[in-house]
Structures are given as structure tokens and as C-alpha cells.
């Protein structure tokens, strides 16, 4: 569901093996809009972290992300907005070449292991986004 937009992949089923224009040009553009969308939010939560890490708190007890385990979210934020911009960048590369042809995706349709492959690839750039917001989010709580 968070790789398609849909419900079940019966909508990619479909698109491969009675392609019509309009259909697959609509589809291809939500899920490039997506990924896009989701490649700039995951830069702003990258830049975000990166500003965090590299200052000082403006005031220790108002603002008290300088802690061991804030910094070690902080990171953990970093490295997984990192890791969501390069797949969703790939997956968007990849994506607009995949329905350039449609027999790449008529193969990935073929096998249950590529569509299973493929699906966590696609879903993996948002889960990434997922985990670095409640890791910096996390970071900032007072307790840590």
C-alpha cells in the first residue's frame, strides 16, 4: 500500500497487460510527483538533523539536544534521511525508465520475488522518512 498508493498491485497487474495511454501516463505521474515530494521533504529533514547535530543548544535547560542519547537520535535521523533522499532518487530514476519500456514491467509481473523486491524497494525511501522524523523528533524530548 505505501508503494503504490493502492490498495492491492492489481492496478500494476492491469497496467501491464492492457496498457492505455492515459491510465499509465496519470499513474506514472502521481507516483513521480510522490517521490519527489517525499525527495524534498526528506532534504529538509536532512538538513534539519545535520544543523542539530553540528550546533550547540541556544539554551542548555530550554533546549537540551546536546545529550548523549539526543545525539545518538539526531544520527540515527541523519543516516536514514540520507538513505530515504539516495533510494527515493534512485527509485524515481528507475521508475521513469521502467515505464519507458513496458516490458521491464511486464518481467517484474512475471515473478513473485521481484514484485515482493520491488515493492519494499519503492516503499523503502517513505518507511526511511518515517523512522528519521520520529528519530529527530525523539531527539528533541527533554528526558534523553
Not at 56 to 68: E, F, G, I, T, V
Not at 94 to 105: F, P, S, W
Not at 106 to 122: E, T, V, Y
Amino acid at each position: 500500500m505505501i508503494a503504490v498508493s493502492k490498495s492491492s498491485v492489481e492496478h500494476l497487474r492491469h497496467l501491464a497487460e492492457c496498457p492505455i495511454k492515459e491510465e499509465w501516463i496519470a499513474h506514472k505521474e502521481m507516483v513521480v510527483n510522490r517521490f519527489e515530494n517525499m525527495n524534498v521533504t526528506a532534504g529538509l529533514v536532512l538538513t534539519t538533523s545535520a544543523v542539530f547535530i553540528s550546533t550547540n543548544p541556544p539554551s542548555q535547560p530550554l533546549m537540551p539536544y546536546a545529550s548523549h542519547g539526543s545525539y545518538i537520535l539526531q544520527v540515527s535521523s541523519f543516516v536514514a534521511a540520507l538513505i530515504s533522499l539516495m533510494t527515493g532518487t534512485s527509485v524515481l530514476i528507475v521508475y521513469d525508465t521502467c515505464y519507458a519500456n513496458n516490458r521491464i514491467l511486464k518481467s517484474l509481473m512475471q515473478s513473485r520475488s521481484r514484485r515482493i523486491c520491488c515493492l519494499i524497494l519503492m516503499a523503502y525511501p517513505s518507511l526511511a522518512l518515517a523512522v528519521s522524523t520520529l528519530a529527530l523528533m525523539t531527539g528533541k524530548l527533554p528526558s534523553l
